[in-house]
């Protein structure tokens, strides 16, 4: 196919003064955050607004799937502090939802649900009433980690189908397209009160009914929001290649068919990632615990809005 990116997929560089703040935050505070792991397209615009989706349990990942840039080798030791420093810093960037995910811990007895656990529960002492969502890995599918993070509470339990179930083996081949579905119902028979959210990629080659299909079967598993984004190569050997640059005109049809299948928060565009707009479900469904967050309420242009992820 043509490399070349269609206009669609072109973005505007922002001012740099807000990215190098975020940035410095984060290594004074010795965390990481998926968008720099990740090599999210969106980095410039959400650290513009002072905005980051952290990364717990370190920055190298014990699974080598085919779409992601983020590193993979032998992972360092916990660090039990991490929990406090980030909802410190959640605090001190003023934020009333926050979004935690990881790295894959393999390497670890409980995959790294328990530390998942910490940090819900640091976010909730330091900054009371804060929307908590996680996006976390599948711990092998064990219903006892998924506890862990169920029990501690969090709002949203988001975890990514990533792509097709015909497409899934040669994307993450260390994970398995039923045990995520199978995750996500174990999540809502724990607790039914925790909305549940997903996330897949288009552009790997999947046909219009694969994704229609992968939206049935995440509704039927309870699922209640669902982003779709285009897949962007991130390094042009490593990776797997772009088979489509998928038009916007497609993502809106996808966004329309999620909703009157029933998903409470869709959305979908090329730029869209896992937390895209999380704040905007937060308020859709959490609007009054949303607006009791902190003394007052930031003002119209300091308000945060959540990583692309």
Same mark, same amino acid.
């Given at each position: 196919?043509?490399?070349?990116?269609?206009?669609? $997929?072109?973005?505007?560089?922002? @001012?740099?003064?807000?990215?190098? !703040?975020? #940035?410095?935050?984060?290594?004074?505070?010795? $965390?990481?955050?998926?968008?720099? @792991?990740?090599?999210?397209?969106? !980095?410039? #615009?959400?650290?513009?607004?002072?905005?980051?989706?952290?990364?717990?349990?370190?920055?190298?990942?014990?699974?080598?799937?085919?779409?992601?840039?983020?590193?993979v080798g032998r992972p360092l030791q916990v660090d039990p502090e991490e929990p406090r420093r980030l909802a410190e810093t959640a605090k001190a960037m003023g934020l009333k939802h926050v979004v935690v995910t990881s790295v894959a811990r393999d390497d670890l007895p409980d995959e790294g649900a328990g530390h998942f656990a910490n940090t819900i529960r640091a976010l909730r002492e330091v900054i009371p009433g804060v929307i908590v969502e996680v996006l976390t890995p599948d711990f092998k599918g064990k219903v006892w980690c998924i506890r862990q993070v169920v029990e501690a509470k969090p709002d949203i339990y988001n975890h990514n189908i990533e792509t097709v179930e015909r497409l899934s083996p040669m994307v993450r081949p260390q994970a398995k397209y039923r045990r995520t579905l199978e995750v996500l119902r174990t999540v809502k028979r724990l607790d039914p009160s925790i909305h549940t959210k997903s996330g897949l990629m288009l552009g790997l080659g999947e046909t219009h009914e694969e994704v229609v299909q992968t939206l049935r079967d995440l509704r039927e598993v309870g699922v209640s929001a669902v982003t779709i984004g285009q897949y962007l190569r991130p390094?042009?050997?490593r990776h797997l290649p772009v088979v489509e640059y998928v038009h916007p005109d497609r993502f809106a049809e996808y966004e329309r068919i999620g909703k009157e299948m029933g998903f409470l928060f869709v959305a979908s565009a090329p730029f869209v990632r896992s937390s895209y707009n999380a704040q905007a479900f937060s308020e859709q469904l959490l609007a009054e615990r949303l607006a009791r967050v902190g003394k007052e309420p930031p003002s119209p242009s300091e308000e945060p809005l959540p990583a692309m992820v």
């Open positions: 196919m043509n490399s070349k990116l269609p206009d669609w $997929l072109k973005k505007r560089v922002p @001012s740099p003064e807000t990215v190098a !703040l975020v #940035e410095r935050m984060m290594r004074e505070s010795h $965390l990481h955050t998926v968008c720099e @792991s990740a090599r999210c397209p969106n !980095l410039g #615009e959400c650290w513009s607004k002072k905005t980051a989706t952290f990364m717990i349990l370190g920055d190298i990942c014990t699974r080598n799937c085919g779409f992601c840039a983020i590193k390094t042009t050997t």
